[in-house]
Structure formats: structure tokens, C-alpha cells
């Protein structure tokens, strides 16, 4: 759309009027200075020709934008080449302006900048950048402000004009986006071809549309860059060549016309070159706007192809997913196929293996009922014993009374008969009293004597008879008790009938076992199938587990040895501790204790031994006593088969061609299997045989050492040991002390340290422990060093307690004192 043209002034003035009437260019005119005037200017203009240095529309930018930048203006601008300068460089801040606002960057593209910079003396050019300016105010960020400021001072006609002209730019714009949808419209087209199109290609025509535009987008702003270089060359040679021109006219007078010709020619030309750069720069700069557009677009689309291609990915991924899934889901359904023909297997299978659970169950129960015997057995086992030992007890303290009773009976007799003695004797001495009256001149003392002994003795005698008597008493009362030891051994007796019968059934449900057991291997043998696999591979399991069990107890049993073991240990280490810081009196009462406790842990651990050497006894009996049914019912079969054998003979010979030769070598296959598991279960007994006798071999042993009192021994023998080291020790201390004293009470020994350096390790090790006290140290044999600590003129001995801690240095054996226990100070 072309835009309004004004006619000049000239042409204005020259025009005819009617009457007084203005005309349509002089109400033009005149709206454009209002118009103009509504901005922010520090010198109101008058005519539009006021209009062509450029300075006016500085200040009008200036008004629109605060922060825009513009170039410094020549002024006053008397010359075409510095009104051209201003005017471009105006046009070059308002091109910046409207590309700067995404809704007026088509006004930029409206005018031809450098058309009306070169003819600014034309009206109608400066009218078209009047025009473009009160629309980008009308349509910018300042309406508000500016609209009314401009259409204070109008006329109804004038305001009506500048509707027209502002009707006109926006008729203009729909022109112009219509033009631009044309031109985009082969470009939507081709976008919705070619999203029918495979995604991927579409992706890679972008990428490389993209690429190509970025690459254009550089080059041209290659040469933009270059163009301003040259443009800003071309203007400081104008700037030069206009030096020179000045100079030359001062120079030169005569020739300045023909100079100025030149000058003027030469700028012209110059002039010419630069409008052919910013019209380049300016083709560039749409280029490069146009490249900006595609550039958004085409990230746009690269943008939604990269989410496109996101989700190929993803639906790739799922649709493998889905693949696997439905494969898999195709092998599990062939496999249920061909499982549906082992189901009267597994069926069989699970009723076999129900009734061996059953078997199974009934023989954990007879197993539990057998343990429960087993310890009831046992209870009365050590209950036998208990009163047998009682028993024996009660025969020997019989014997003994018996003993005592005879030899108090002897005595008795012995005491009687002296008595009878005396009685006689003291009747004669009465009848010969009563016979002669008087008594024999010499009698002896001795028969009073006897008399007292004899009375006393016989008090004593009666003592004794009563005590024997209530004994005897006693033991007549205690008849009861044989009564009840023979109901004990009749109950022992069925017991042990109750457990020879217990033993038998236990004996048939375990070959029962491992009949069933046998069976079922077999039947899993021959079945492939995965659901006897799956029972295999559980019984494999199982039994792997159950050795790791087994391991596991032994190495628990182990341990808790090894921890009494370093218990006991740690008890004799606190003991010497404790016998080494107190007392003789309290030290041999705490070694007392502890011989006590630790020979009642021993003996716990020998009791517990025995138990277990009984219990492992009669699990070898019992597998001796199996052991030795299986052979004989080995030998029984292989009797059997010899003579079914030499039976079968004639018959089979006769009968050959009517056998089937097939089931014949099937039945004695089968026979040699059950022989070859026969000889493995045979083998597998004596195995265990052997392990069990190798056990109680060793149970005895390590009962017969504990029964020895090696360790007790051994034990007592350190101990006597410590006690005669810390008494002669305790001997050391007294005469050091004694030694100590008597040193210092003397006058002529100074006590001081020797100021030579130590040579030895040993010294050089006492010398860093004991740089800080003045004391020597006095090693003993245990532990106990003697310290003497000197305070002014006076010396007070201590005894130290300290750990000792045994090293090796040159090759002798040494002890080594760490000095970390508190001082005990001896008075």
C-alpha cells in the first residue's frame, strides 16, 4: 500500500484556493505538526520542513523510548551531508525500536529509510516517517500518555484525517500478514505432508533445515559485520575527504570550485557505496530476522520431534516388553501342555508321598515317645544307681556296726567276766573279814584302782550297749527298705522290658523308613518330569541343610568348651591378680574359692561327658545290633536267591521260548539293585559304626583323663607354685625394706641417680617411663618392684604392684613393667 503523498510547500503556496478554505494538504499538513507536537520537544516546530536534520525525531524516539540509544547528531546540521548522517542514524534508532516490539516490527519494512534520508528536501517522505511514528505511538506502550497530548489542539477534520491514516497502516498490516500466510501456506502444507511421514526422517530433514539456517543466519552476520566495518571505514573517510575539502578551500581559492565539483563528486560516490551497504545491511538484517522466525519454528519442531522421538522410545521399550512378556507367556502355556500329560504321575506321586508323610509323622511321634522314654529310662537309671549307692552304703555301715558290736561284745564279756572276778575276790576278802575280823596287813592299793577303772568301764560299757542297742533298733526298723528295693528293681526290670520293646518298634518304623525312602527314590528315578525334579532338588536341600545343622552344633559345642576353657583361664588370671595385691591369709582363701570353682565347673563338664558317652554307648549298640540284622537278612537273601536260583534252573530251561526274555533280566535287574542298595546301606552302617567307636574311644579317653585329675593336678601344682613364689617375695620385700631402712638411716650413703646415659634397650625403656620421678625400681620375680621416692632429706619407700609383660631382647627372656597401677605406701 502506497503511502499518502503531500504536496511541497511550494506547491502548497502555489496552489489555487477557493475563498480561504485550507486545503486537504494544508489540513494534512497541519495534523502532522500537532500530531508532532503532542511529544515531549524543547522547541515546538512550525513547519514539517524543520523536519529534515534529524534532531526532531531524536527527541520524538527519545520521548517513545528513555533507554534507547542513539548516535551523537551533528547540530546545527547546515549541510546535505550532515543532515543525511542525522537522518540515517535516526532511522537506524527507530528501525531498532520497531523490531524491538514483535506487533510494529512490519512498520520497519513500511518505508524506505534511505530513500528519504538522500531526499530529505521531499515533504512526503518525511510525512511516510511522521506517519509510521504517531502509529508505533498510537500502538505502543504510551498511548495513554501521548494520544491525548496530540489530539488536544485538533480540528474535527484533522482528527478525522488521522483516523483515515491510522485506518490506512492498519489495512496496510492485514495486507501484509495476509501476504506472509500466503508465502507460509506452501510451508503448512508441506508440514502436514510430512507428518504422514515416518517421524524419524521428518526429525533429520529438521536437524538438517536447521543446520542450513544457522549457517545462513552466520554468514549473514558475516557480513553485516563486515558491512559496518566498511561503513564505518567509508564514513571516517568522508569525515577525512571532508577535512580535506575544507583545507583545500582555504588553500586553494582559485580552484575551489572545480576542487568542490570533485569533493562533491567523489561524495556523492561515496555516498552511493554506503547506501549500497546499508541497503545490504539492511537486506541482511530482514535475512536475518527471517532466519530468527524459521530458527524459533524449527525448535519448535525439533522441540515436539524430540518428545515424538521420547515417545517412539518409549513405545519401543514397551512394545519389547510386550514381546518378552507374550513369549514367555507362549513357552509357560506350551509347558502347561506338555505338564497336562504328567498329571496322573504327579497325582500318584503326591498320594505316595502323602502316605510317606503319614509314615513320617507316626515315626517322629514313636520317635518323641522313644526320647521320652529314653530320659525316663535314664531318671531311673540314676535313680537306681542313687539307691544302690545308698544300698551299698547302709551294708557297709552295717558290716562296720556289726564289727563294733562284736568287738563291744568281747569286751562286754571281757568286763563281765572281770567283774565275776572281782566279785569273787571281794566275797573272799568279806569271808575272811567276817572269818578273822580284820583285814590283811598289806593290802595293795591296786584292787580300789581297778574297782573305780572297772565302774567307769562298765558306765562306758552300758553307753556303748545302748547306742549299739538303738542301732540295731534302727536297722530292724529299716527292713522296709529291702522291701522297696526289690519293688524298684521289678520296676526297673519293666522298664527295661518297656525298652527293649520301645528299641524293636523303633528298629521296624526306621526300616520301614527306609523301605518307603528306597521306594521313593525309586519312583523319583525313573519319573523326569519337573515336579519330581522340584521334590529332588527339595530332599537335596533338606539334607544339605540338616549337615550344615550338624556342623553348626558341633562348632557351637566347641565354642562353649573353648569359653569355659578362657573362662576358667580368666578366673586363675584374676586369682594371681588378687592373690598378688593381698594378703597371705586372703590370698590362699581366694585360691581356695577359686580350686573350688573350678573344679566344680570341671566336674559339670565330666558329668555332661558321661552323659553324653552313655547316650552316644547305647546309640552304638543300637547300631551294631542293626547292623548285624541286616547282615543276617543280607545272608538270609542271598540264601534265598541261591536256591531260587538252582530251583529255577531246570524250569527255565524248559520253559525258555514261552518266557519273555524282556521280564526276565527286568526282574533281575531289579534284584541286583536292591542287593547294590543292600551293600551301600551295609557300607553306610559300618562307616557310622566306625565314627561312633572312634567317638567313644575318644569320650573315653577324655574321661579317663578328667577321671585322672590331670587338669586338677595340674591346676593345683601352679597354684602351689604362685603361693611359694609370692611367700618368697613377700621374704624379698621384707629384707628389701629391712635393707632400705638401714641404708638410710646411715649418714654416709647419698641416694642419686647416676647421670650417664643408658646403653641398654631395657634401660633406655625404664629411662622414658620414669623421666619424671626421682625413684629406682627394683625388679622382682612376678610383677612386684619396689620404688623409693625421694622428698627433701628423707626417703619414703613404696611397693608398687605392677604388670609385667614378658619380651625378648637380646636373645635372653626379660620382663618388661608398665608403671600404670596406683602406689601402696608400707608403713
Known sequence: MESPTIAPPDALADAPSKGNAPTKAQIKQSMFIKCLNGFQLENKIESLEQLDDGIVFSEILRDLDPEISLPTLTKPAVKWVDKTANLEAVFKALDKYLYGM????????????????????????????????????????????????????????????????????????????????AAAAPKKSLDTTDSTRDLELQMEEDRARMLMLQKQNADLNTRLDHAQLACEDLKDRNAALLGELDDARKSQSGNADARIKYLENHIRELDELIATQEMTISEDKEALA?????????????????????????????????????????????????????????????????????????????????????????NYREWQQ???????????????????????????????????????????????????????????????????????????????????????????????IASATDQLRAELEASRRNEARLTDKLHEVRKDYALAQDQLQGLLNNTTD????????????????????????????????????????LLALKTDYKVATQSSVDALEELKKTDQLISNSLRDEL???????????????EQQKQLIEALVSREKL?????????????????????????ASNELMQKQAEKLEKLKEKCQSLLTQLQKNEQERYELQRRLKAA??????????????????????????????????????????????????????????????VNEDRSFKVCRLQTGIAARCHLDGDTAVPVFVFLERRPLNYNNQDASFFSYEESDHKLN
Open 386 to 480: 542313687r539307691h544302690e549307692t545308698d544300698l551299698n552304703d547302709m551294708r557297709e555301715q552295717k558290716n562296720m556296726l556289726a564289727d563294733q558290736l562284736a568287738h563291744r561284745t568281747q569286751e562286754l564279756q571281757r568286763l563281765l567276766d572281770q567283774r565275776a572276778l572281782d566279785e569273787s575276790l571281794i566275797n573272799e576278802l568279806r569271808e575272811q573279814i567276817a572269818g578273822t575280823g580284820d583285814v590283811p596287813s598289806s593290802p595293795s592299793p591296786e584292787p580300789g584302782a581297778q574297782r573305780d577303772e572297772s565302774q567307769h568301764e562298765v558306765a562306758a560299757l552300758k553307753l556303748e550297749i545302748q547306742k549299739i542297742k538303738a542301732e540295731n533298733n534302727l536297722l530292724r526298723n529299716n527292713m522296709g
Open 707 to 768: 577321671e585322672g585329675g590331670e587338669a586338677y593336678a595340674s591346676l593345683k601344682a601352679t597354684t602351689d607354685q604362685i603361693i611359694k613364689n609370692l611367700q618368697r617375695e613377700n621374704a624379698m620385700i621384707s629384707t628389701a625394706w629391712y635393707d632400705l631402712t638401714s641404708r638410710l638411716q646411715s649418714n654416709h650413703v647419698v641416694l642419686q641417680r647416676r647421670q650417664d646415659m643408658p646403653k641398654s634397650w631395657l634401660n633406655k625403656q625404664r629411662q622414658m
Open 102 to 181: 514483535p506487533d510494529l516490527e512490519w512498520l520497519a519494512r513500511s518505508y524506505d529509510p534511505r530513500k528519504i534520508a538522500r531526499n530529505f528536501e521531499d515533504v512526503n517522505g518525511l510525512c511516510e516517517v511522521a506517519t509510521v511514528i504517531i502509529y508505533a505511538s498510537v500502538k505502543g506502550p504510551h498511548v495513554g500518555r501521548l494520544v491525548p497530548a496530540m489530539r488536544a489542539n485538533m480540528s474535527e477534520t484533522e482528527s478525522a484525517l488521522l483516523m483515515q491514516i491510522l485506518e490506512a497502516k492498519d489495512k496496510e498490516n492485514r495486507a501484509m500478514a495476509s501476504s506472509n500466510k
Open 530 to 569: 519337573e515336579g519330581s525334579q522340584l521334590f529332588r532338588d527339595l530332599q537335596r536341600t533338606m539334607f544339605q541343610s540338616r549337615q550344615d545343622r550338624d556342623k553348626a552344633q558341633e562348632q557351637a559345642l566347641k565354642l562353649e568348651a573353648e569359653v569355659k576353657d578362657r573362662d576358667r583361664e
Open 607 to 621: 558329668d555332661s561327658l558321661r552323659t553324653a558317652f552313655d547316650s552316644l554307648k547305647l546309640d552304638t549298640q
Open 638 to 662: 542271598r540264601k534265598e536267591l541261591e536256591d531260587a536260583g538252582n530251583g529255577a534252573q531246570q524250569p527255565a530251561a524248559e520253559g525258555l521260548a514261552g518266557l519273555d526274555r524282556d
Open 290 to 378: 527471517r532466519c530468527r522466525n524459521e530458527i524459533a519454528q524449527l525448535s519448535k519442531t525439533a522441540e515436539k520431534a524430540q518428545s515424538l522421538e521420547d515417545e517412539v522410545k518409549v513405545l519401543t521399550n514397551e512394545n519389547a516388553e510386550l514381546s518378552k512378556k507374550a513369549n514367555v507367556a507362549a513357552r509357560y502355556k506350551d509347558k502347561l501342555e506338555r505338564l497336562k500329560h504328567s498329571e496322573k504321575d504327579i497325582e500318584t506321586l503326591n498320594y505316595v508321598i502323602s502316605g510317606l508323610e503319614d509314615k513320617v509323622k507316626i515315626l517322629e511321634k514313636e520317635q518323641l515317645r522313644a526320647e521320652a522314654q529314653e530320659k525316663i529310662i535314664g
